[in-house]
């Protein structure tokens, strides 16, 4: 975990790196919770000239003078990667179009991509196309986006609404700022079989968060190599995911109703924290902590789940995914598990985010093309394509297509089939309010496994959520929001 004295160190909130670079600096943090995937072989030369041999293509007429300049997030699947890449390739082949497709990382070096991004724009040099997952706001913002609507009306009228969670990540008033490409699953991994050895049953016994401690302290048995709690809160964005998921279902939140003042600082939030703290420090939970989990990156709980090491984890989904590709011996008995319920009502508080998505950025002058490429790969072939390397994790962003056998014949696509189309009215972070800049500048970040590991280092809980509080209200302020 990092040491108390980083705390200190944080970036600022202040100032602007240049005149044309105004105080929305805010947006571009210095640091991102990691991501990673577990380190598997890639789909072979021969698999994925098989898996996109047989995609038929409707060649664009649009003709380009220069590449069309593509910028694709790495998700957390190397396999999913690959194909988009061949995909992306084949595509422009047929058109007859130079491509350049850059991965984010590499286009953003030392950087941060928004200000990458923006500095492109305001050159007159942007790129034409960005494939990411993160919301609309802050790039709409900054300037960065072309709207989209009639494009994404195009695509309704052909696979039916998106989603609850793409129409918030990719929606502003009524504006469409970018168009849904797939759903990502997020949320609980578990071994039913390591909980039928014990009589328990995966969804029963894992409905709220002290049954799925209990359950994870059931399971595990260290002399055999079996820990049953395999999730950090250590800095990762899965561990970012938890810390905050336990947070919002013991009834705490963020911000309030209006979306322009801190809610963070509560006896619900202390609560939340106090029982992460124990489940981490407490002795009579370490037989479930595998060793070094608090040390944990992304790819580590991949890692050690797929090794068959633990019994539930919190995951992108990638997980899953893998171990079907790759047919681990146990890739059947594993199951995607609903959050658990929040503890003071019992609401179900989940639901599937947008996704990754399609952004085209302001100032480029291949729009035409661009919908073209965008049309391509919703088409049906190459949706279910993906939904097969990337089973159960990759899944519709549009209501019409759950009805695809690769999904209906799988159960776990099936729950995330439900919670994908139900609106309980919960949409993350921003929860109960709209979300803000202020709130996509937070999300990004790595302030809730920062506070954990404060708390694991013995600050007092009431101590660093008030401290926290008081760096999220200066962030809201910056935003221009009252912040309290």
Known sequence: MPSDDRRRSRPTWHGAASSRLNRRDLLRRSVAAGAGAAALPLLSRTDIRA?????????????LDGPLRVLLKDDFHPDHNTFMRAELTAFAEASGWQIEITDVAGYQGSGDLNQKLLGAVQSGDPPDV???????????????????????DEMVAQYGEPIPGARNDSSLEDQWLAVPFFTRVNGLFVRQ??????????????????????????????????????????RSGDGNGLV???????????????????????????????????????????????????????TNNNEAFLAGQTAITQNAGTVYAKAVLDKVPFWDQIAYIPNPVR??????????????????????EKTAATADLIRHFLTTPVQERIWSISTAYALPAYANRWDSPIITENANSMRAKEIALTDTGFTGLEWPGTENEAVGSIGA????????????????????VADFHQQFVTIYQDFGLEGE
Do not use: C
């Not at 990411?132 to 994404?152: A, C, D, I, W």
């Not at 016994?205 to 190599?225: E, I």
């Open 343 to 364: 503890t003071s009502d019992g609401a179900r508080l989940d639901f599937l985010e947008g996704g990754m998505k399609f952004f085209v950025i302001s100032g480029s």
């Open 445 to 464: 970040g790595v302030y809730f496994t920062d506070m954990m590991s404060e708390i694991i280092q013995g600050r007092a809980v009431e101590e660093v």
């Open 51 to 63: 898996a996109i041999q047989d995609i038929p293509r409707t060649p664009s007429t649009v003709k």
């Open 193 to 234: 079989d390591m909980f039928a050895e014990h009589g328990l049953d995966v969804l029963a016994d894992t409905d709220t968060y002290d049954k799925l401690r209990q359950a994870a302290l059931t399971v595990s048995d260290p002399a055999q190599n079996r820990w049953g709690w395999g999730m950090t809160v250590n």
């Open 244 to 298: 905050q998921g336990v947070i919002f279902r013991f009834g705490g939140r963020l911000q309030d109703e209006s979306g322009q003042r801190v809610a963070f600082n509560s006896p619900e939030t202390i609560a939340a924290l106090e029982w992460l703290k124990e489940t981490y420090t407490a002795p009579q939970y370490e037989p479930m902590l595998p060793p070094g989990v608090l040390s944990w990156t992304d």
């Open 130 to 152: 960005l494939i990411h997952e993160q919301s609309v706001r802050n790039y709409h913002t900054l300037g960065l986006l072309q709207p989209m609507t009639e494009l994404v």
